[in-house]
């Protein structure tokens, strides 16, 4: 099992409008390391749901549904999609702040490469953000 962390804007889409929807398709990423990314998504792959912008913390996870297929909002076929769906939101948030002061994280691609929407996490990552998120 592989582990991502995706953001979204939540005044746009937040993790409520994602649970209502049931399953959300991830559209609209055009970053070609970000596409690449989703292409490497896997069925059942777990996934870290990040409000960007306002929050800047991870509020959820959810997995994989359905793997990569053509973005149906283009008719450029170089962009993708994957389908999403809600497991759990986080008892408690964990922030970027939280994040960027824990030495266990910084290597963490959020941090990294804080401008791509579609990151890989390292399972040893995805597991100290959970305990963050149960502290």
Do not use: C
């Not at 937040?14 to 398709?25: E, H, L, N, T, Y």
């Not at 996934?47 to 283009?74: M, R």
């Not at 809600?86 to 963490?108: A, I």
Request: aromatic share 10%; net charge negative; hydrophobic share 40%.
């Amino acid at each position: 099992m592989n582990y991502w962390l995706v953001k979204s804007e939540p005044f746009k889409y937040s993790w409520d409008d994602f649970v209502a929807q049931g399953v959300g398709m991830w559209d609209g990423v055009r970053n070609y390391q970000a596409r690449n990314n989703m292409k490497s998504m896997k069925l059942g792959d777990l996934v870290f749901f990040y409000h960007s912008n306002e929050g800047l913390e991870v509020v959820g996870i959810a997995k994989v549904v359905k793997e990569h297929y053509p973005d149906p909002t283009t008719d450029d076929e170089r962009w993708v999609v994957v389908d999403l769906s809600p497991v759990e939101k986080l008892p408690k948030t964990v922030t970027l702040k939280q994040m960027k002061n824990d030495e266990r994280l910084q290597d963490l691609a959020l941090i990294k490469q804080s401008r791509l929407s579609v990151t890989p996490v390292k399972s040893e990552e995805f597991d100290i953000i959970v305990g963050l998120a149960h502290e």
